[in-house]
Nanobody
Framework: VQLQASGGGLAQPGGSLRLSCAAS????????MGWYRQAPGNQRELVAL???????NYADSVKGRFTISRDNTRRRMYLQMNNLKPEDTAIYSC?????????WGQGTLVTVSS
């Protein structure tokens, strides 16, 4: 199983970024996947989850601003982040649970600052 996250960078408050997670090595259509983030000095926290069928769930802090999606044909998961806030600054990682084992991508840094 391999996960490769990309799309992070610097954004101004109120701006947008789109993260992408390329996946390989498992049956992509069947597995739920998620985005997590970890800010300096904080524990890693769940941002959003999406099932193989497309059902989504979000952390309260990002509801209405972030949208998780997936393209089963391209084996990619996305996180559209709008109206970014400084507190969204963190390393964002994608995750999948395959046969009870959790796999992580390497993470991509998102910095929100003016």
């Amino acid at each position: 199983v391999q996960l490769q996250a990309s799309g992070g960078g610097l954004a101004q408050p109120g701006g947008s970024l789109r993260l992408s997670c390329a996946a390989s090595g498992f049956n992509f259509n069947l597995n739920s996947m998620g985005w997590y983030r970890q800010a300096p000095g904080n524990q890693r926290e769940l941002v959003a989850l999406i099932t193989g069928g497309g059902t989504t769930n979000y952390a309260d802090s990002v509801k209405g601003r972030f949208t998780i999606s997936r393209d089963n044909t391209r084996r990619r998961m996305y996180l559209q982040m709008n109206n970014l806030k400084p507190e969204d600054t963190a390393i964002y990682s994608c995750n999948v649970l395959v046969n009870t084992r959790s796999y992580w991508g390497q993470g991509t840094l998102v910095t929100v600052s003016s």
